[in-house]
């Protein structure tokens, strides 16, 4: 006479459970980063607090958008790249933002860029950048 095994009886539960999880952690994770692009696109601030790198990278944020103070050019940058620990917060990568234009005129990094918003695709001619709302062109 044999007896089932744990893993028999109780892994299918297990497994469900664990995928219930996932998905719920992810949507979260998503929730968290749309009220963080809100709180962004509306009221241009505070960037206080947001959401991780690893949140966004989970919820399918790939990039952030940034806008450089000094050309007002807007560009995105890629969040799986960024060689920071996944528990940083988007906030912190503010003062680590240079402008490529900027500093090439500069002949020095040039530090002043403003996030925008997360966005999970690059900015181009189909999916254009963020507008400020009320009223930016």
């Not at 959401?51 to 399918?60: C, H, R, S, V, W």
Request: charged fraction near 30%; proline fraction near 5%; glycine fraction near 6%.
């Amino acid at each position: 006479m044999t007896t089932k095994s744990r893993e028999r009886i109780y892994g299918a539960s297990v497994r469900a459970a664990a995928e219930r999880a996932a998905d719920v952690r992810k949507e979260a994770d998503r929730l968290a980063c749309e009220a963080w692009n809100q709180r962004m696109l509306g009221f241009q601030g505070p960037a206080q607090p947001s959401p991780t790198l690893g949140d966004a990278l989970n919820a399918g944020y790939c990039y952030l958008e940034v806008k450089c103070l000094g050309c007002e050019t807007h560009q995105t940058v890629a969040l799986d790249i960024v060689r920071r620990r996944k528990s940083t917060p988007i906030h912190e990568l503010e003062r680590a933002m240079c402008c490529r234009q900027c500093s090439e005129l500069a002949g020095r990094p040039y530090k002043r860029s403003h996030l925008v918003a997360l966005r999970t695709t690059k900015i181009s001619a189909k999916d254009p950048r963020s507008n400020w709302w009320p009223g930016e062109r």
